[in-house]
């Protein structure tokens, strides 16, 4: 298993693609801020609009998608000039709750969705505050083709099947945004540097070996000051805390994934007794191990 996929498994991400926007004339929308994990996406089908964010504005066409990883407020509109927002009329068309805004035949379709994931996920602190790809002409677009051609299908398993290609899309828009370059902060930007590279791979790999600082330092061929220093500059945080966060992080996996028990887990992840590892679990996520697993999924 890569980086990515290990980084991914521990994220829990889940997609979901269930809205779609079919909006005539001089259509407004706004999209209020949630507390929930969860960072949302909107793929442009067909025609163009302005979405602020941050008091920037991008301009989106059709292949385009904008993803906001920690789900902020936005206003999207068919021109920059924002006034109120336009009413919806809410239908439901097989898998999607179809948004309509306006008569006729729609200038602007898009379809939007949602990918969930566990709070302070090291692979979602990595991304950007927000996201503008455009997926015309890239490897990306024969699953989209793919996800239209199942959008306009009623049949049964409609939805698995368009959730799925949606954690298909989630990999994909890493991929591609590696690939540009736009990955300037934690665990994603840390593992592109050749002197970290290794050790970052080896601890998400094998997080329950005893991984001293002495060891960890020997694996990157620095001295052990040094590797700690350009461990905290390019993570952020120390290698004890890193290593603690990956071991919490694959448990938090384990209890939701697996009917193991919480001793097992506790092992499996590089604790040697229930009682320590619980500890450290309540401390990270306010919850004992019992009570996570009891706990609705995101």
């Not at 960072?39 to 163009?48: D, P, R, T, V």
């Not at 697996?258 to 229930?274: D, K, P, T």
């Not at 679990?281 to 996570?292: D, T, V």
Request: with cysteine.
């Amino acid at each position: 298993m890569d980086y990515l996929d290990k980084l991914t498994r521990l994220a829990q991400v889940r997609g979901e693609i269930n809205i779609h926007c079919l909006f005539q004339g001089e259509w407004q929308i706004a999209h209020e801020e949630h507390n929930d994990n969860k960072g949302i996406f909107h793929l442009i089908e067909e025609g163009e609009c302005y979405l602020t964010f941050n008091e920037k504005t991008v301009h989106l066409k059709a292949g385009d998608i904008f993803f906001l990883p920690q789900n902020r407020p936005h206003f999207m509109g068919y021109s920059t000039e924002q006034k109120s927002a336009s009413p919806l009329n809410k239908t439901w068309q097989g898998a999607f709750q179809v948004h309509q805004i306006g008569q006729g035949t729609p200038h602007f379709k898009m379809f939007c969705g949602a990918f969930y994931y566990q709070k302070n996920a090291l692979l979602m602190e990595s991304l950007p505050p927000y996201l503008h790809l455009n997926l015309c002409d890239t490897e990306i677009q024969p699953l989209i083709r793919l996800f239209l051609q199942e959008a306009e299908k009623q049949e049964s398993g409609n939805q698995s099947v368009i959730d799925a290609l949606a954690n298909v899309l989630f990999i994909y828009i890493l991929r591609h945004t590696i690939s540009l370059g736009l990955i300037e902060q934690g665990v994603l930007y840390a593992l592109q540097d050749k002197r970290l590279n290794g050790v970052l791979a080896q601890i998400l790999q094998t997080p329950e070996e005893d991984w001293s600082i002495e060891r960890l330092a020997a694996v990157a061929a620095m001295s052990r000051a040094n590797f700690i220093r350009v461990f905290q500059q390019q993570l952020g945080m120390s290698p004890g805390k890193f290593l603690t966060k990956v071991r919490l992080d694959l448990a938090a996996f384990l209890l939701k994934q697996s009917q193991q028990s919480i001793l097992a887990i506790a092992l499996q992840v590089g604790y040697q007794s229930e009682a320590h590892f619980s500890k450290a679990f309540k401390n990270a996520y306010g919850l004992s191990p019992g009570q996570y697993r009891k706990s609705p999924t995101n």
